[in-house]
């Protein structure tokens, strides 16, 4: 049986591979994960059946700590004894390829799924950049998740062009636009008890929001240009799926605004948020740095239309002016412009919202990443002499 470790910083993270390991279990994968401790690292372990070790990683550099985490690391390879051990985000993927490394496993991939040092400066820029060159260096192959973050990755000599690869069209994990994310599942009893249960009328125009409520997230950009769009848009509200994060927060004056607001509803932290998505009517991301974000992907398998960056990442998760309108990062006023296009035109948003789900279907299938990642797993233990686990 091939052993296979996956290692992230977070158990958050665990989300996107929601349905992977039973598809890598019935390939004859034995499945461990390594992550920082928690109620969600639990939770998956028992749901997906997998070997959980807690380890804590913190996200920021704390060198003492990541000493530390490091040798927890290494001593549980060393136990496991694994022939795959593929590392994702950066002090996961730093920590992991370094402890598989040291472990001699057969089988080290490093996926980036982001560039932090995209949003930093100075020395910890150099400090992030340094950490991505590390973690690229030591594994056998990366893995990226969009064909823009890995042009920056080799154009700014974070690992070479023939080591970095993206599968299929990109995504971290696609999306299940079949069972989950498809508005026919839901009706309309569903709807209404969900509007009543987040005080949102039946003829609301709401603008939608999923992930972490932080400043990186561009909730700065969103909430200057909802102070605009509330005032000329009386039946608009404003849905966030998600929390406030201690890391990066928003300032105090964006959080007094949203949290105030009675056509603000701010849902909290969600594990099945597919339901939500049926009361927007469309979904805004005014992120500074994405790897691929798969809100957006998501929104489009539920027939939203999208406003997103035009940054890394979201270039790859959309199609400018077919399932969405771009904008510039940090530019409260084009964020308001574009929001605008859409509520004033019902048509326009049907047509990229469908044009949306086809895209989806057509290259974001679950179905078409896993198939891609079975094989490069097939094509490295091959190459190191280990018989996989099913031909």
């Not at 990366?142 to 970095?164: D, F, M, N, T, Y």
């Not at 299929?168 to 079949?178: F, I, K, P």
């Amino acid at each position: 049986m091939i052993k296979l470790v996956h290692i992230t910083t977070s158990p958050l993270f665990l989300t996107f591979f929601r349905g992977q390991v039973a598809y890598m279990k019935a390939k004859g994968f034995h499945i461990s994960v390594i992550t920082s401790p928690g109620d969600l690292l639990e939770q998956f372990a028992q749901r997906e059946g997998v070997e959980a070790y807690p380890v804590l990683m913190h996200r920021r550099i704390t060198p003492l700590h990541d000493m530390l985490a490091l040798m927890r690391i290494y001593r549980i390879l060393r136990r496991i004894r694994p022939h795959i051990v593929h590392a994702h985000t950066p002090k996961g993927g730093l920590l992991g390829t370094l402890a598989a490394w040291l472990c001699r496993v057969p089988v080290r991939i490093y996926h980036i799924r982001g560039l932090p040092h995209l949003a930093a400066s100075g020395a910890k820029r150099r400090l992030l950049c340094w950490s991505e060159k590390v973690a690229c260096r030591l594994a056998h192959q990366v893995l990226c998740v969009s064909h823009s973050i890995r042009q920056i990755a080799i154009e700014e000599g974070l690992c070479p062009a023939h080591k970095i690869k993206v599968l299929a069209s990109g995504s971290g994990q696609g999306v299940d636009a079949e069972q989950r994310f498809n508005p026919s599942r839901f009706d309309e009893r569903e709807k209404r008890e969900l509007r009543s249960r987040l005080g949102i009328p039946e003829d609301a125009l709401v603008i939608g929001f999923v992930g972490r409520i932080v400043r990186d997230k561009g909730m700065v950009e969103l909430a200057e240009a909802w102070r605009n769009l509330r005032e000329d848009y009386p039946q608009a509200h404003l849905l966030l799926v998600g929390d406030y994060e201690e890391q990066d927060p928003v300032p105090g004056e964006v959080r007094k605004l949203l949290d105030n607001d009675p056509r603000v509803h701010i849902t909290g932290w969600l594990t099945d948020i597919a339901l939500y998505y049926t009361l927007m009517h469309l979904l805004v991301l005014p992120s500074y740095r994405e790897g691929f974000p798969n809100t957006p992907l998501e929104a489009a398998a539920m027939e939203l239309p999208v406003v997103a960056t035009d940054i890394p990442g979201c270039r790859d998760a959309v199609e400018e002016n077919q399932t969405a309108l771009l904008v510039p990062p940090m530019d409260a006023r084009a964020l308001e412009r574009a929001i605008r296009c859409y509520l004033d035109n019902p048509s326009l948003r049907q047509q990229h919202g469908q044009a949306g789900r086809r895209r989806v279907l057509q290259y974001f299938r679950q179905e078409i990443l896993w198939q891609a990642l079975y094989g490069e797993y097939v094509s490295w233990l091959r190459n190191k002499n280990i018989a996989p686990a099913q031909e």
